[in-house]
């Protein structure tokens, strides 16, 4: 059976009520396993600050960690945010990761701070609209393009005689699409928490690529959000635990992932019910075949290249479930 669209997967390294943070981090590798094992193509981990449920603030640390626990799978980030850092620091890290891990490396930018202003402010973080300078200046210093008399030029990146790996652009309203077709790299929309239609986004990306030795193509990829259970009813009520986290989360309450015990038993103001009722329209929900055929239709509207899978799924175990059930679901090959 060949597979009905390549299957890549995204990880937050959630943090669970009840779970020690160390055996969160553990998961991590778990999960990368597991993805390995049954023929995702990648692995993405996005940078996140100031969120107790989320254990992903340093995806390089996690990229090492889950490439060197696989075989195969392409591990990288989605994304870097890159105004949280100075060009030079991404350019030297990922050198390194793909010195380490030649070939198996994703470089993904985004343009978000990846936490609230409090986050941003601790990390120095740059405005939106300078953007398009970070992403110039690391540039030129992996292609050792500054100027002679640039202070820059007299900067040898360490370590030498590498590349970076393929660049990605991750968007979440279409706003990334042109400036990565025109960079001639990856573009990631993030369909799993936008309301904005990914299908213009591409169009838009496609219609400005200019090939590269990395993309001689336009690669596409949409981000979904998936939790998948043997029924849909075990699905949605898996389900009711990211429904309750993303209430609290954005009323102002910040919590690690609560169980599905305490979501189903919680009384939700309207408030919380008005935030669930708007999100919960992008996530996918349901038996094997129910996400089947709601990512198909996506893929259908959209026509991305690649699909992304992130579940948020109290337990662990139920959680690796999820991602071995939308494998076999898609006719993945998995790898010995």
């Known amino acids: 059976m060949t597979a009905l669209i390549p299957l890549s997967m995204q990880d937050l390294a959630p943090i669970a009520e009840g779970i020690s943070t160390a055996d969160a981090m553990a998961e991590t590798i778990k999960l990368a396993q597991l993805g390995d094992a049954l023929g995702f193509t990648r692995l993405w981990y996005a940078e996140h600050h100031g969120m107790p449920s989320i ?3 340093v995806p390089e640390i996690l990229i090492g960690s889950a490439a060197a626990h696989t075989k195969s799978i392409r591990v990288g980030s989605g994304g870097v945010m890159l105004l949280n850092h100075a060009p030079l620091r991404i350019v030297e890290a990922y050198r390194t990761l793909e010195g380490l891990h030649p070939g ?9 701070p990846g936490g609230d202003s409090y986050a941003m402010r601790a990390l120095r973080t740059g405005g939106g609209e300078e953007f ?4 110039s200046e690391m540039m030129a210093f992996e292609e050792d393009s500054f100027p002679p008399e640039h202070p820059y030029s007299r900067v040898p990146v360490a370590p030498g005689g590498i590349s970076l790996p393929p660049l990605w652009l991750l968007g979440s309203s279409g706003a990334s699409a042109q400036a990565a077709g025109q960079l001639g790299v990856g573009y990631a929309f993030a369909a799993h928490f936008s309301h904005t239609p990914s299908a ?6 496609r219609y400005a690529f200019k090939a590269t030795q990395a993309f001689p193509k336009p690669y596409a990829m949409m981000c979904v959000s998936v939790v998948c259970a043997p029924t849909d009813e075990e699905a949605r009520y898996l389900s009711s635990s990211q429904e309750l986290s993303w209430a609290l989360f954005h009323s102002g309450q910040i919590r690690k992932l609560v169980s599905p015990q305490e979501a189903t038993a919680h009384a939700y103001t309207e408030q919380e019910r008005r935030i669930i009722e708007h999100q919960s329209t992008l996530w996918i929900v349901g038996s094997p075949e129910t996400v089947r055929e709601q990512i198909m239709a996506k893929v259908a509207e959209s026509r991305p290249d690649e699909v992304m899978i992130t579940t948020t799924i109290h337990d662990y175990a139920l959680r690796r479930r999820s991602y071995q059930l939308v494998a076999e679901a898609f006719g993945l090959q998995p790898r010995q």
């Open 132 to 135: 398009s300078a970070y992403l």
């Open 55 to 57: 254990a992903s603030s």
């Open 104 to 112: 198996r490396i994703d470089l993904g930018l985004g343009r978000a």
């Open 200 to 205: 213009p986004a591409f169009e838009a990306y």
